[in-house]
């Protein structure tokens, strides 16, 4: 799929563009596939700059490729991400990282929109990731444009700033790069998918899961 701003100006004005994210993702899977990716090539540099929450010193590196238009993305990050954050990461046991996967125009628009919210900050980065999760039926699904417009005035964009993120060529490409990367290296083929020390994990695990799917790598498992 490629992004353009032309395919971006056309679709962000039709919840449409939607209607391919909400299909259901198979359950969970607990078992990791038959191939790992190594850690040195996972966290080789990207086409942008990896937004880390935790130390660097951390046992357990945890990547998840997600979309900001797809439902068990924003389940995992509303329901079980805050339990990972202050259990794990917060103590020192996880290192994460989102990278952008977007599945549709809107989706990349969004992450446009939380790039350049947190250029110079990764909290704010993810203040907004989190803001657009927790809204995503709103803009997602019912009034993209001007629900996307009203979240980015609350983290503090003005109209010009707004615009000139979402006609950022630059970090569109770059976007769709780590895209493109992550499918013809890493095989990732839908969201959420996670790396947990290159171990791949597909599906918004919940609450329960983590425990199950962390502490085996915290014990060199």
């Given at each position: 799929?490629?992004?353009?701003?032309?395919?971006?100006?056309?679709?962000?004005?039709?919840?449409?563009?939607?209607?391919?994210?909400?299909?259901?993702?198979?359950?969970?899977?607990?078992?990791?596939?038959?191939?790992?990716?190594?850690?040195?090539?996972?966290?080789?540099?990207?086409?942008?700059?990896?937004?880390?929450?935790?130390?660097?010193?951390?046992?357990?590196?945890?990547?998840?490729?997600?979309?900001?238009?797809?439902?068990?993305?924003?389940?995992?990050?509303?329901?079980?991400?805050?339990?990972?954050?202050?259990?794990?990461?917060?103590?020192?046991?996880?290192?994460?990282?989102?990278?952008?996967?977007?599945?549709?125009?809107?989706?990349?628009?969004?992450?446009?929109?939380?790039?350049?919210?947190g250029e110079k900050d990764t909290g704010r980065y993810?203040?907004?990731?989190?803001?657009?999760?927790?809204?995503?039926?709103?803009?997602?699904?019912?009034?993209?444009?001007?629900?996307?417009?009203?979240?980015?005035?609350?983290?503090?964009?003005?109209?010009?700033?707004?615009?000139?993120?979402?006609?950022?060529?630059?970090?569109?490409?770059?976007?769709?790069?780590?895209?493109?990367?992550?499918?013809?290296?890493?095989?990732?083929?839908?969201?959420?998918?996670?790396?947990?020390?290159?171990?791949?994990?597909?599906?918004?695990?919940?609450?329960?899961?983590?425990?199950?799917?962390?502490?085996?790598?915290?014990?060199?498992?």
């Amino acid at each position: 799929m490629l992004i353009n701003r032309r395919e971006f100006c056309h679709g962000a004005a039709t919840a449409a563009l939607v209607t391919a994210v909400v299909g259901l993702l198979p359950p969970f899977s607990r078992e990791a596939w038959a191939e790992t990716i190594s850690a040195a090539e996972l966290m080789k540099p990207q086409a942008l700059p990896d937004m880390v929450l935790g130390s660097d010193k951390a046992p357990v590196t945890v990547v998840e490729y997600a979309s900001m238009t797809c439902p068990h993305c924003a389940h995992f990050a509303e329901k079980t991400f805050p339990t990972l954050k202050k259990d794990y990461i917060d103590t020192g046991k996880v290192r994460y990282i989102l990278r952008e996967f977007p599945l549709d125009s809107l989706a990349a628009a969004a992450f446009m929109l939380a790039r350049c919210a947190g250029e110079k900050d990764t909290g704010r980065y993810y203040a907004m990731v989190d803001t657009l999760f927790k809204k995503q039926v709103d803009w997602a699904v019912e009034k993209p444009i001007p629900v996307l417009k009203a979240i980015s005035k609350q983290a503090g964009f003005t109209e010009d700033s707004f615009k000139a993120c979402l006609t950022n060529q630059k970090l569109l490409d770059n976007i769709e790069k780590e895209r493109e990367t992550a499918i013809d290296k890493f095989k990732v083929h839908s969201t959420p998918t996670f790396f947990i020390n290159g171990t791949v994990y597909e599906g918004a695990f919940e609450v329960a899961d983590i425990p199950k799917v962390i502490d085996p790598h915290l014990k060199g498992g």
